[in-house]
């Protein structure tokens, strides 16, 4: 089983260089963080989809997408950045946490999530896949979320 993780920041930067890796790669399950729906003003111009922009690049892969933050812009566009898993493997179950945020006065930051799916491995069967992305200016708050993931990590085990 092939478990590929990318943080794509940008995805209209980065996304031949993934396309590109992804062809030779060609893992069974991948995660990506820092995806954006609608957020014109992050760097590289995430305006568009990229959610949907990539489950019309992966052919043959289940695309599911947890959203950490969402907004909505003063003329009513929604906006969503979070995490994604895609999957070429049968799906048994999917879930989206919530990680700690708090408060840390003074320091840029903004809510995470951890997305799991527990997928269908044909030789080693239920296979469960955390992917996240930590918040990064905050220590209070990195380590938080490190906990709660050790703890979700826990109640599955």
């Known amino acids: 089983m092939k478990i590929a993780s990318w943080n794509v920041n940008s995805l209209k930067v980065r ?6 890796w992804l062809a030779s790669a060609k893992p069974d399950v991948l995660c990506l963080q820092e995806i954006a729906v609608h957020y014109p003003a992050l760097a590289g111009n995430a305006g568009h989809d990229q959610v949907a922009l990539l489950r019309d690049l992966l052919p043959g892969y289940q695309v599911f997408f947890g959203a950490a933050v969402a907004e909505w812009t003063p003329d009513g566009q929604r906006q969503r950045f979070g995490n994604l898993i895609a999957t ?12 700690p945020y708090p408060a840390d006065a003074g320091v840029p930051s903004m809510p995470r999530m951890c997305t799991v799916a ?3 491995d044909p030789a080693l069967g239920a296979v469960r896949v955390m992917t996240t992305h930590l918040e990064f200016y905050s220590k209070r708050q990195r380590m938080a ?3 709660a993931l050790r703890a979700l ?5």
């Open 15 to 20: 996304l031949p260089h993934l396309l590109d």
């Open 88 to 99: 070429r493997l049968p799906v048994l179950q999917l879930q989206h946490h919530p990680l």
């Open 145 to 147: 979320q490190a906990r």
């Open 153 to 157: 990590h826990g109640q599955a085990c």
């Open 118 to 120: 527990t997928v269908r």
